[in-house]
């Protein structure tokens, strides 16, 4: 899944691409839940990697999942409208496509898993294209991609170390350490119980190029057709701050989304939200 958010000035959008993120494209900020170690733990890093891929319906059944596609809004008090309604696209490999509504405008973000796009009215109301900065591209072309980032974390050259256990809200979790391919070092704490993940954090360049760390939090997970999907998604967590939510209401499995849907914006093709149809989710926690 896309292990993102998706936000609605630079800042915050480049987490959008990833379960997603959101991704990729949903209100990112650079914040730090406290949480505390407890423990050594008792498990290894492959058990709870295993058991994650079970909890969250299987690597099998993840694996048949091409395309995906979220509806929901975002409920921001960082943002014009406390509440925004939200398209998010997603294909293997990592290519996605995040539209957010706002007061008869619309929002764009493209990647096409090499290049990325911004779309926003200009002053005269009419479709202006951004090309991503270097910071937003280097942020996408490293997102983890429908999956997240321990299904089959083997099979994409990523290395998990488990670190320790940590208390976050209460509950017990693992927390890992994962090494990608790139030399990018990303953090994820499973819950002990469900094995589900509740927090991602990964770096990011800074408006200004400064290195700093942005976190997600999963909750609310729900079942779509067997498969364990977060519906409520915080960025922005942290002291003093109120988080930004990422309210999934549907998710589409494996609409047809043709590769011009991700390119730059003058070639995609629209199509209303509502000609999709919708996976029915079932509360699991």
Do not use: C
Not at 152 to 181: C, F, N, S, W
Not at 240 to 245: C, F, K, M, N, V
């Amino acid at each position: 899944m896309a292990w993102m958010s998706i936000g609605m000035n630079s800042s915050r959008a480049r987490a959008g691409e990833h379960w997603r993120a959101g991704i990729a494209g949903a209100l990112l900020l650079a914040a730090a839940i406290p949480a505390m170690a407890t423990a050594a733990p008792e498990v290894t890093a492959a058990q709870i990697i295993q058991k994650n891929a079970v909890a969250r319906g299987g690597i099998e059944a993840w694996r048949k999942v091409q395309t995906m596609v979220w509806l929901g809004h975002i409920v921001s008090d960082h943002a014009a409208l406390p509440s925004m309604p939200f398209v998010m696209e997603q294909k293997r490999p990592n290519k996605t496509h995040f539209e957010i509504h706002v007061m008869n405008q619309t929002t764009e973000r493209l990647f096409d898993g090499a290049q990325g796009w911004k779309v926003h009215a200009d002053q005269g109301n009419r479709p202006a294209v951004e090309p991503f900065s270097i910071q937003e591209l280097r942020f996408a072309q490293s997102a983890l991609g429908i999956d997240g980032p321990l299904m089959a974390a083997a099979a994409k050259g990523y290395a998990v170390t488990l670190v320790g256990v940590d208390q976050i809200e209460g509950h017990k979790t693992y927390r890992l350490d994962i090494r990608l391919p790139s030399g990018e070092t990303d953090h994820v704490w499973v819950d002990a119980t469900t094995f589900l993940e509740v927090r991602y954090d990964r770096p990011s360049d800074g408006v200004l190029g400064a290195a700093r760390s942005v976190s997600v939090v999963y909750g609310d997970y729900r079942s779509y057709e067997g498969l364990q999907l977060p519906s409520v998604i915080e960025t922005g967590v942290g002291p003093g701050s109120t988080p930004d939510r990422m309210m999934i209401e549907r998710v589409v499995l494996n609409p047809p989304l043709d590769d011009d849907r991700f390119s730059h914006p003058g070639q995609s093709r629209r199509y209303r939200p509502g000609q999709l149809g919708g996976a029915t989710a079932s509360k699991t926690r």
